[in-house]
């Protein structure tokens, strides 16, 4: 029976439900959001008991397919206001899928001021009184459920940012060495928090692998995507040698690298914070250049980071987190910035709304730029410790700028913007704005094709062509974030026309059905206005699709460029 | 003969056995495929060129004291 597990945290209950005929064909986040909009009152408090948490594995999770190992969580979002999807990797996903668990729907609040532990299993789940672990941050968390469950069970964790229910807060997914990847923009691990779970363990056995409707051509398609995967340069050999921080000398050299909060378009260290550096610091310190955040994941493009002891510092060390702290904050100082990757994983916060926050700080004066070991002790200090400096900042980007009286406060939809300045990408400028899941730089990657020339070419400066690109892109990756593959599959998925075949092939061999590149692209147009719909009637409008005034009021170097789209012009964007 | 300064940036590893960032002299007239070639670099490699920090073609002509970088095809996220 294909299941979905649904759990009440009001009275304390778990039962399994059959998948409704109605989300037939459903998965990852085609599936969170259908759920959410189905089930969460649009304009209900994020906190609050009507919110629900929604995890559903890809439809292809848990099958052999390369890079098939991530899941979806979803919910109303406690930072944008709006609709939330979240992906992560680690081994939970695969162990959801193993059990047929299509979704894990969390709904309810406990009345009593008490925490709880969920345990799932092919049958069902257990919700107990959790005393002992509330209040440690995740890694001692970890060290701790290892001891009780084994190193085997997946986990998904409340940090104490998440008990506090901070709007950095993220959810936290143990992967296979024990380390940490995230659930990790939109506050989501608020939402956690205000259920009163601090942690989810789901048991590795007991489930059986994934039901393949049609072996053979499971496996005859599965080989055509794993070879395009490998083939393509991009995820075949970039990305396993230097990981996504490559793009710091690349926006350095496009002129597009968001600097000292958005001031400028490049960054005087940006030698000391690159890719190239990195991957030359890990090697002489006896790390691991490449690493897969999934079992089955052929592109590796993640790293281990050690210190000058060569011991473990952080892992998940990405482009976004670099550029945020090392640009944008101006510490130009690769360990300090490893040194806050792992603290951020520690707490439980976002790595891009806590450190384009911190940049909105440090221009407010609450520390100089560039000051590392100031930001690390504030972090620890207050963050951490909820005291009330600690509270504000804990409230993202948006907060700290309205507390600090400053305009130049880069979010949109409340959530703050990643490692692209618009102004000089202007593709990615459109996804930021129209994007139901506010300022998100994967949900439509025009950097592909406006930087990368993957997929062609379209100039970054200009505004010609920029509308469809990310309109494409953002139909694309809805439909790719619903079937538990990595993004990154799309770099061949753009160029191979075998392998995005090969892809379609996998989900009709797995599920016995005949769904066409047209259906592929049905499904992510569907999503896209199921989540907008939400928007809607969670009280947003038009006026939210837009980007803050100071993109179009400030030049930025070193192309003098600004935001120079009309509003009619962005929501032509709607139009399909 | 005119000759002309190229700043040149290579990026990832394009620096492996050649260097990080040179300023040379090259006959006026000198395309960017020219200089990949010079390097060389195989042309199918290049992923990026940029030229004053805008993105370029291989075919384009280079003036005097241009900044030329080069890259291979990568990604990120």
Redesign the interface.
């Known amino acids: 029976m294909k299941k979905i597990l649904r759990i009440n945290m009001s009275d304390l209950t778990a039962k399994i439900e059959e998948v409704p005929a109605a989300y037939a064909g459903l998965g990852g986040r085609a599936l969170t959001s259908t759920i959410v909009a189905a089930e969460v009152p649009p304009t209900c408090h994020p906190l609050g008991p009507n919110n629900k948490l929604v995890f559903a594995p890809g439809l292809l999770t848990g099958t052999m397919a390369a890079n098939s190992g991530r899941f979806s969580c979803g919910a109303k979002s406690p930072l944008t206001g709006g609709i939330k999807e979240c992906s992560a990797g680690g081994t939970a996903g695969r162990q959801l899928a193993n059990f047929n668990y299509f979704a894990v729907i969390i709904e309810g609040q406990p009345k009593e001021d008490k925490w709880y532990r969920i345990h799932i299993t092919n049958d069902g789940a257990t919700i107990e009184q959790e005393t002992e672990l509330v209040g440690k941050w995740n890694f001692e968390l970890i060290a701790a459920l290892e001891a009780r469950l084994g190193k085997k069970p997946g986990l998904m964790m409340c940090g104490p940012a998440g008990e506090m229910k901070m709007a950095l807060a993220n959810i936290s997914v143990k992967d296979s060495d024990g380390h940490i990847r995230s659930f990790g923009r939109g506050g989501l691990g608020g939402v956690m928090g205000s259920k009163k779970i601090k942690f989810i363990s789901v048991a590795d056995d007991g489930g059986s692998r994934a039901e393949i409707a049609e072996p053979e051509k499971f496996k005859a398609a599965a080989k055509v995507f794993a070879k395009a995967l490998l083939d393509h ?3 075949g ?3 396993p ?7 710091v ?2 926006l350095n ?3 597009g690298l968001p600097t000292r909060n958005f001031t400028s378009g490049q960054f005087e260290g940006h030698d000391k914070i690159s ?2 550096t990195l991957h030359d610091t890990i090697v002489a310190r006896g790390g691991k250049p490449k690493h897969g955040c999934t079992a089955g994941c052929v592109i590796q ?1 993640s790293q281990v980071y050690n210190d000058e002891k060569g011991d473990y510092v952080t892992s998940g060390f ?3 987190t670099i550029w945020g702290l090392g640009a944008d904050c101006c510490i130009d100082n690769l360990d300090e910035i490893a040194l806050t990757d792992h603290m951020m994983d520690d707490l439980g916060v976002d790595s891009i709304e806590t450190a384009v926050m911190f940049a909105v700080a440090m221009e407010a004066g609450v520390l100089p730029f560039g000051d590392g070991k100031g930001l690390l002790r504030i972090l620890k200090e207050e963050v951490g410790k909820g005291t009330p400096l600690g509270r504000l900042l804990g409230g993202g980007t948006a907060a700290v700028g309205r507390a600090f009286g400053m305009p130049r406060v880069p979010v949109v939809k409340g959530q703050a913007i990643p490692a692209y300045d618009p102004r000089s990408v202007k593709g990615i400028g459109i996804t930021y704005a129209t994007t139901t899941m506010g300022a998100d ?2 949900a439509g ?1 025009t ?2 094709t406006n ?4 997929g062609g ?1 379209i ?3 200009k505004k010609d062509g920029q509308v469809e690109l990310s309109r494409n892109l953002q139909i694309a990756t809805a439909a790719i974030d619903s079937t538990g593959m990595c ?2 599959i799309a ?1 061949p998925a753009l160029d191979i026309p075998e392998c995005l075949q090969a892809l379609i092939d996998m989900i009709n061999a797995r599920y016995g059905l005949a769904l066409t590149g047209d259906d592929v692209v049905a499904l992510g147009k569907r999503t896209l206005k199921t989540e907008h719909q939400f928007n809607l009637a969670a009280g947003m409008n038009e006026n939210d699709d837009r980007l803050p005034e100071f993109f179009n009021l400030e030049p930025v170097a ?2 003098m460029a600004t935001w120079d789209f009309s509003p009619k012009e962005i929501d032509e964007f709607w139009n399909f | 003969m005119r000759f002309m300064n190229i700043n040149v940036k290579l990026f990832a590893n394009f620096r492996l056995g050649r260097f990080t960032a040179a300023t040379r002299e090259y006959p006026a007239g000198t395309t960017v495929v020219d200089i990949v070639r010079s390097l060389q670099i195989p042309e199918s490699e290049i992923g990026i060129i940029m030229v004053d920090n805008k993105h370029g073609e291989a075919q384009d002509q280079l003036q005097e004291g241009a900044n030329l970088s080069l890259f291979p095809l990568v990604g990120g996220g």
């Open positions: 340069p991009v995820s050999q970039g990305l040698t230097y990981g996504t921080a490559i793009l000398n690349i050299e496009a002129g890719g190239e493009c990405e482009y976004e730089h994967t990657y950097i592909a930087i990368l020339n993957v070419h100039d970054p400066l993004i990154f770099f070193p192309h």
